[in-house]
């Protein structure tokens, strides 16, 4: 019989986690560790040729049961950048939609050779339920409500590498919008109040929801504050993250219109002036410009929005190898 | 002008067919011949780093008509392994949706370059016309309920490897379920009563029509029975398949309700003791557990299903060779 | 922070275009600069590895915002026989159906690290958009009614290479059928009329709308005939192309039937013998054949259809060399 993992390669000496569900999971040093070899990645992505050997002969499946291009596209070039083969599956085109359970889609794609499979899924816990029966490593690119580790990781990295020395400890840095529906906040309040960032959510009270509870919960040495003011959330924030608010969450009844979210809480160049006037802008994306962001503040000079996107591939680039393993990254182009 | 087939390679030693357009047309040597090329490509598969450089320079089209995961991802990775090139067209996102006839299609993706061509098509007998056009190689990866012979042989595979000394002759193999609307039932009960297996056919009776007459007319020494008797057909059988109940079958009238077919004829753990205690239980997926299989069948150690899906980039592996030729395989990792 | 662009390869020597968004910008000597590299591009093509490593590292985004098969195909054989990366990125199953600008998508793709960008869209001008916020080159394959450069080229590539000497200087070419809302018509009629061929456009008055100003707009040595009189046009040509005709125009009132428009326009081997003994029948695709052409002209050994699609994988491969300049094209085999 075929073994359905020929490679299945140790993780990276020192890392102790075989599958990325949830940053909650890492502990301090493993983010430093995260950063440091996304570090080591961005200096290959400035090479003329940005490739690497590294994972030749690993196969990573990118199994998407919801619509995406940044991150679907970000872990594509992320793979390939250091060598591993790339097999996209979207569930919409799959025999997913003729009712295979997920256990039985995640046990086919291990047998077709998968040694990652990165997925992403409208419900919260999936990962968790491919985890138990996958053989290789899987990584989680957006469950449900509930977390988009490599979201907060490349925030993390972006905030770091834009702050002045000292990083994000006592920075205040604001997660503006739809708290309630959004993975991207969930991960970020972890890793952000882990780093020692003083978090604000903020947004109307009906997308805050809940999130009082969790700021209780939370370790005493972190700090998170849940407010519907604006104004005080913006008071000297160094950095400010709107999120998407979503078309189809109006009809919940949870916001009265799209119009009036944006009067009372879209980013504005005029509202950005209350916090420093170096605070940067951040933005999981897509965009509704307009909406939850002001056109002019998504392009301004604050904005670090497209920096995200870049440093995404290289801190996916770093958690693929971490997990798997991987070859030294010094080799020669391959 | 260029010539839109570059490679053409001709096919491995021996090898006679230019297309794999049904298992009808093979010969018991020949199916011998992909058994023992598929054993040397699990061999490879084996291997830490499972690519060769086989196909290098070989272009793989893979045009489906239908939805799929695992037929499509198993060829596009055992093309891959072997250093093929893959396109992948998927009809729905395609001109093939503005009307462009299927000869024309073939044509054109010709003269993109394509050296092979692997198709799945609602229509029986597509690939015949797409094989009278096109000037390389046609692969039927399924059309309508005639054939599917890459799944009949990956069974074949699966059988024989885990079947002790002797192999599938004698052995009573049982599928089990939709046989009308199926092509594995149709391409596998002509390769394993090629091998000597003596094949129960067992359904309820609208979904066995026609197939007392394809018993009546096989060659003398072939061995097929066709029964709405459950316990007769599982009785001292070698490995059983059931195969997938499509909801839509029963707006026909074929069937009262999957409850009632699941009543009926789903394979379940008490059933199966009827079978021999070794018995193997095989499924071409993908699964509806609960309608024709009961979820701990499907799981238990019986179950070889995920081994047909690793065996299924082996065969496919060794078909892509046998047809274009290929160059030696025992070359170092490219 | 990680450059977008590590790569951003200065075109190829005397090229001094840095997208490629409408044959318009083309000078005559660039167009024979495009035909000269397309013919260096055909001799890798016949080689038995069609592959050369002259683009590595080059990572090329395929963004289609409406369906196809031959040109999204195209590029991407194009783009892997140069040995660039390619990602492919269809609207329908990406953020942009979640309302993100192409201005913000286009950013998005850049940060992901891609060098070209390949574009078809519905709205015309929508590449000049992308090219104004991307730093890398933008390649137009089809927007709305406005261009498709490089069907155009390969139309010419098409015609210089089957046209006895002399080349396409006072050759007739008759570009037929829905000429209103054809970007290939648009962008033939100007490289034809730029190479001195005597360009003809015929069709129902209804789908000429606005081409006799066009033609009184052209440069005087430049040679523009419209007229609805099908006889005239196909008299002594040397070249004809039937254009597609949509079903979905009929429903604007253009056109009474697609039956109408056949007996009155369809190019049949009837009609086609007023033309010249050796003339040449070209097609974009796909076809609607026994609308605006008879099958047994499709298929006849005037038909330069198939090659006109082998020919745009060269004439892309030239494309996307000059416009990032590359490396040698003599190399080895990569």
Chains 1, 2, 3 share one sequence.
């Not at 979207?90 to 997920?102: D, F, I, Q, R």
């Not at 497209?306 to 958690?319: D, F, H, P």
């Amino acid at each position: 019989m075929i073994s359905a993992h020929p490679v299945q390669a140790p993780s990276a000496p020192g890392w102790r986690h075989r599958h990325l569900l949830d940053v909650v999971d890492l502990a301090a040093w493993e983010l430093e560790m995260v950063m440091a070899t996304a570090d080591e990645m961005a200096t290959i992505l400035a090479r003329p040729i940005a490739k690497v050997p590294t994972l030749r002969g690993v196969s990573v499946t990118v199994l998407f049961y919801e619509a995406s291009t940044r991150t679907r596209v970000s872990f594509e070039v992320a793979a390939r950048n250091l060598s591993a083969d790339v097999v996209n599956i979207a569930a919409a085109s799959s025999s997913v939609s003729k009712g295979e359970s997920l256990v039985d889609t995640v046990r086919t794609i291990e047998a077709l050779g998968a040694d990652v499979l990165v997925m992403r899924h409208p419900r919260s816990g999936a990962p968790y339920l491919a985890a138990s029966v996958f053989g290789g490593h899987v990584v989680n690119a957006g469950d449900g409500w509930h977390a988009h580790p490599t979201q907060a990781l490349l925030d993390l990295y972006t905030l770091r590498e834009r702050l002045p020395a000292g990083g994000l400890r006592d920075r205040k840095v604001v997660i503006l919008g739809d708290i309630l529906h959004s993975r991207v906040a969930r991960s970020n309040l972890w890793t952000l109040t882990a780093a020692g960032a003083d978090v604000w959510l903020c947004g109307p009270a009906t997308l805050l929801r809940g999130f009082e509870a969790v700021a209780r919960a939370l370790p005493a040495e972190r700090r998170l504050t849940v407010t519907t003011d604006l104004a005080a959330a913006l008071r000297d924030a160094d950095a400010v993250m709107p999120l998407r608010i979503q078309q189809e969450r109006m009809s919940g009844g949870l916001l009265p219109s799209l119009r009036e979210y944006a009067a009372r809480y879209q980013l504005t160049a005029a509202r950005l002036r209350a916090a420093r006037p170096e605070a940067l802008v951040l933005h999981p994306g897509p965009m509704n410009e307009g909406v939850e962001i002001a056109p002019d503040v998504a392009t301004s000079g604050r904005s670090v929005i497209t920096e995200q996107v870049a440093n995404g591939v290289a801190v996916r680039m770093a958690l693929l190898y971490l997990l798997t393993g991987g070859r030294p990254t010094t080799g020669a182009d391959g």
